[in-house]
Each structure stands twice: as structure tokens, then as C-alpha cells.
């Protein structure tokens, strides 16, 4: 299975999919797109050497033309599998329609709670004692497709995000790797009877 990874900041998640998954059951990474220039998830990219491509969005007119291009850079490599590895933009429908139900992402909260930008922050904010990360399906709302992997962790005294992110990041490579390769092994599928849930039949 051929991954495409978007990514707009530092690209932790890249490099644990990268050093975990990448040439192992099939799997290759074979494209990584940003829309920032100075991202360094690009770096880590070029350094496995990975095709790399920038979208900036004041190159192009409006989101749409933009996402046109990604997706045209994407399928030419052969992309199956787009991965959000924290990218900080909403997909257009086209773009998402072009890859159904072949774009995941990862949030750094347990959703539906806090979607969107500055998760643990929010989650600060409101106070709670439970922190996690999830891995979704991306749909054309914010953060709200269908849930593949979730698991909380409790930091009761946490007052600030770096000591939260300290928590959750290792969740989120650990899930995102997993939703990946149980995806390219055929296991992840949707309940008949129930169109929010995903079925993952292994649990490797
Ligand atoms: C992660 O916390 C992810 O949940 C969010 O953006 C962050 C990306 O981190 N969507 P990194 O660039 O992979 O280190």
C-alpha cells in the first residue's frame, strides 16, 4: 500500500511512521506534501528519501485549485492511503472524494470533545482530567469522521499543553502506526448495522 503523508509543522508522527511502518508488510511512503515550506517534516522526508512537494496556499487562487494539485501530485506517485500527520488544513470535498475513505488522521484529544485547532489547549480550558489521542477517518467536517483507534490517559494535575503532548505524543505515533498497517492488512472495515463504527479485526 502506497502512503501519502500531509503534514504542515515539526512531522513527529511522519518520523515514527517513517521508522515503524515504512518498507515493513508492503507498506511504503512515497509521497510527503505541506503546505508550509519550512516544515520540517519535509526534512525528515528528504532525509528517508521521500518525494517531497509544497502547496503553499498563496500560489494558488482558492483552496479548492490547490487541493486539486495536491490530490494530482498524490495520485500520480499511486498514493492508496493519504495520512494527516498534523496538517493544520480542512480538505476540500473534491479532494476528499478523490481518496474515499483513504484519508486518516490523527487529533490530540478523545473526539468528538475538542476538535479542531489547539485540542489541549481546550482541553485545558475545560478542565478535564483525561487527555487521549485519536486516529478517524477523514470526513468533510472538522475532526468529525468515523474513529478507528482512541486511548485517553489521565493527568489529573496537568496545567500546561507541552506536558500534555509530552503524554499523548507516543499514543498518537503508537495508534496512527497501527491504524496504518491494520488498514493496508484488509482489517479495518465499517459495521453494516451501524454507519459511524469502525470494525478493526486485528488487533497486532
Ligand atoms: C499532533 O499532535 C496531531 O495530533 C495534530 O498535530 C500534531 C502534529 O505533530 N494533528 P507532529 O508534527 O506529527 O509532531
Redesign the pocket.
Known sequence: MKLGVL?S??????QAILDRVHGREGVEVVAVASDQPSAK?LKRARSAGVPTAVFAQDQYAARADRDRAMAEWLAERGVELVV????MRLLSPEFLERFPQRVI????ALLPAFPGLDAVDQALAYGVKVFG?TIHFVDEGVDSGAIIFQRGVELADATNADEV?AA??PI?HELLCRAILAISRGAVSGDPDHPRRVVVRDRA
Open positions: 503534514a509543522g515539526t512531522g513527529t508522527n511522519l517534516a494527516l500527520a498534523g496538517y488522521n490523527v487529533h490530540p489521542a503532548m499523548i505524543r498518537e
